[in-house]
């Protein structure tokens, strides 16, 4: 009877050191490759989401630049949006959600110059294709973005040429 109980404990034995190492293993790769996965997906939608901004800043500086009219971007940082409008008829063209995830989080456009009401978010371009501000000054800017891992990248418009691009530091 004694050798009967011995022999079932056997039987039902546990897991060996070996197999929990190797699961053990295994599940911190998934676990990693998971993380990294996500990370990379993040990164993605954010230059993703920064190359799109660009994109249609330069479509509204070529509007401009062509004469149709006076066309600009209004961004919308509590919201995630920005906006490209004909300025003459004060309607909006195109609205553009950002990426869930991507926040637009400031800008330093300012068209009406105002300094008692703070930026205003607003980029011009006049028909040389310059930015410019309300009272006819010269004047780029720059946006911010961030992802869900707290990666920034900035867009930058030059205040004399109106060059766009992205940085990774703010200008």
Do not use: W
């Amino acid at each position: 009877m004694g050798s009967g109980l011995k022999k079932s404990a056997v039987a039902c034995g546990g897991f060996s050191l070996f197999e929990l190492i190797l699961v053990l293993f295994i599940t911190v790769m998934f676990s990693g490759i998971a993380l990294a996965s996500s990370n990379l997906a993040n990164r993605h939608k954010l230059n993703l989401a920064a190359n799109l901004i660009c994109s249609d800043i330069r479509r509204i500086q070529q509007q401009n630049l062509d004469n149709n009219g006076t066309y600009a971007v209004l961004f919308d940082c509590y919201n995630d949006v920005y906006y490209l409008k004909k300025c003459e008829i004060g309607a909006v063209c195109k609205k553009v959600v950002l990426p869930a995830g991507i926040d637009l989080t400031a800008t330093n456009f300012d068209f009406d110059n105002n300094p008692g009401n703070g930026y205003d978010n607003e980029l011009r371009f006049n028909s040389k294709g310059e930015p410019f501000r309300k009272n006819g000054i010269l004047c780029g800017g720059h946006l911010g973005l961030k992802n869900k891992n707290g990666k920034y990248l900035y867009v930058i418009v030059a205040s004399v040429t109106g060059q766009v691009r992205i940085g990774t530091a703010p200008p």
